[in-house]
Every structure is written in structure tokens, then in C-alpha cells.
């Protein structure tokens, strides 16, 4: 089985049509996550699924504007 370690730069899913995103469950599995960079993306709140990251150790919001607390 192959593990995806990190997904390259530019290297985004082709998703254009994409419309909703739930991310209340969308890192439940993603445990081994230790870096997740939300800067620039205007979310409002980070989702409460990434409490669930155990090896989280950088989170980055620069300049997401209306993210609240």
C-alpha cells in the first residue's frame, strides 16, 4: 500500500466544479498530518476536526482576514 507523504506544490487536485467542502470530518484521518498551511484561503474558523491531528505541529493562518476564535 502507498502512503501519500505530502502533495507537491502545484500539484492541487483537478477539481473546477468543486462547490462545498465540508471540513468538519474532512482531517479524521489524516493523523500523521504536522504541518497544515490555511493562510490566504479567508476561512472564517478553523475546523474543530483538526483538534483531532496528534502530530499537528505548525498551523499557518497569515492573512485569512475574517478568522475569528
Known amino acids: 500500500m502507498a ?3 505530502q502533495i507537491p506544490s502545484g500539484m492541487a ?3 473546477p466544479k468543486l462547490t462545498v ?3 468538519e470530518s474532512f482531517f479524521f ?3 500523521g498530518l ?3 498551511d490555511l493562510s490566504y484561503t479567508g476561512i472564517e474558523r478553523v475546523p474543530e476536526s483538526v483538534c483531532d491531528l496528534e502530530n499537528m ?3 499557518l493562518v497569515g492573512d485569512c482576514g ?3 476564535s
Open 13 to 15: 487536485p483537478m477539481t
Open 34 to 36: 504536522t504541518v497544515l
Open 21 to 23: 467542502l465540508l471540513p
Open 57 to 59: 505541529r505548525a498551523l
Open 66 to 68: 475574517p478568522l475569528s
Open 3 to 5: 502512503y501519500i507523504k
Open 29 to 31: 484521518y489524516m493523523k
